[in-house]
């Protein structure tokens, strides 16, 4: 047992867990519109996450709430190290090879980087803990961009209102995780200095923003089921959203490593398994 825990516990910090489940989502907005996947893409996404993210808790050496997650990092430093060599050579030789996609690439990559920069210990990048009050839209946005607008473009079948609508939806779902996740890193930003609009917001107007962009996901569902999207897919849609509805006064009082970095950013990719299930 203690040996599967281990094994959960390195799938998850060392970043390979999170990187699945951008590939998934890349993959569900395939499905969900009809194309082709393409593998150079999901490679570029794999890749490219698990350089991102190997690069922010590289550089992530601290924290005011104990986490196993921070002291496994500053354990297995180099080994992180490692992990975002690695994904940054994979995500630049497939980014090489979709070089035709390179206008929209680029700006991925750029916003990516800048997620992380004000970690670096650095004077000049440290100035832009003062001015990320919107990191958590920044944030979604750049997930809904990596794995919705990417591969629809991709797709090269030209934009539909379905399309607009989906990566609509999508932005306001990933932004409603990424507010419990800012609520629970909330003390650490503080300490840090980092300014974000959950840091001014105070639990009654932080709830109201959570449960008003769940209403936004769930009205563009709507929409897409209008658009013609079929039933199953728009109802396997919405299973996250309404679990995240029922979870918010859970997600403030856990902040437990399992709950966040297992379980919440499993929901991204829950829709995406259910319609794997229904492909079979």
């Not at 979709?98 to 750029?110: E, G, M, R």
């Not at 000049?124 to 003062?130: C, G, M, P, S």
């Not at 990424?178 to 609009?197: H, P, Q, T």
């Not at 996901?217 to 209008?226: F, K």
Request: include cysteine.
């Amino acid at each position: 047992m203690n040996s599967l825990r281990s094994l959960v516990r390195f799938f998850i910090y060392s970043n390979f867990y999170i990187a699945l489940i951008a590939v998934l989502m890349t993959v569900q907005t395939s499905w969900l519109f009809n194309g082709e996947i393409s593998r150079q893409l999901l490679l570029f996404t794999g890749f490219a996450t698990l350089s991102s993210y190997s690069f922010h808790y590289y550089l992530s050496d601290h924290s005011v709430l104990p986490s196993p997650r921070v002291k496994w990092t500053l354990y297995y430093r180099y080994w992180i190290l490692t992990l975002f060599i690695l994904g940054t050579a994979g995500a630049a030789w497939y980014g090489w090879r979709l070089w035709y996609f390179w206008p929209w690439l680029i700006p991925a990559v750029i916003a990516t980087f800048l997620y992380s920069a004000p970690k670096i210990p650095q004077r000049h990048f440290r100035i832009l803990r003062k001015v990320a009050i919107g990191k958590t839209i920044f944030l979604a946005f750049i997930w809904m961009y990596v794995t919705a607008v990417l591969p629809l473009v991709v797709l090269k079948q030209g934009w539909t209102d379905a399309m607009r609508i989906y990566c609509i939806g999508q932005f306001f779902f990933i932004y409603a995780i990424c507010i419990l996740f800012d609520i629970r890193d909330r003390e650490d930003d503080k300490a840090d200095g980092v300014r974000s609009l959950i840091t001014f917001l105070n639990t009654a107007n932080i709830k109201r923003l959570f449960y008003f962009s769940l209403g936004i996901t769930t009205a563009c569902a709507g929409v897409l089921l209008l658009k013609g999207l079929p039933l199953l897919y728009i109802s396997l849609l919405l299973v996250p959203v309404f679990t995240l509805f029922f979870i918010y006064n859970r997600a403030v009082r856990d902040f437990s490593d399992p709950f966040y970095y297992f379980f919440l950013d499993g929901l991204m990719a829950l829709s995406a398994l259910l319609i794997a299930l229904t492909r079979i």
